[in-house]
């Protein structure tokens, strides 16, 4: 399961990124849900290395 660390600067850019839609982005952060499939390509996209497995 991917996690988020506090490098997250919620650019949103990782929530399209998904392929099955398991990121949601809040206010006061994002959320990675049930639905992740540890893929990694969010953790590939990310411009500030903030998900980490
Ligand atoms: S791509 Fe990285 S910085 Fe952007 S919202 Fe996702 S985790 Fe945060
Ligand atoms: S690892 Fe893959 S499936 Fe899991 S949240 Fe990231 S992009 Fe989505």
């Known amino acids: 399961m991917v996690k ?3 490098k997250c600067m919620l650019c ?3 929530v ?3 392929p099955v839609d398991a990121i949601t ?3 006061t952060g994002i959320y990675i849900d049930e ?3 540890g893929c990694g390509a969010c953790i590939r996209f990310c ?3 903030a998900l980490e497995e």
């Open 12 to 14: 949103a850019g990782c």
């Open 4 to 6: 988020v660390n506090e």
């Open 47 to 49: 411009p500030v290395g």
């Open 25 to 27: 982005l809040y206010e």
């Open 35 to 37: 639905k992740c499939i």
């Open 16 to 18: 399209g990124i998904c």
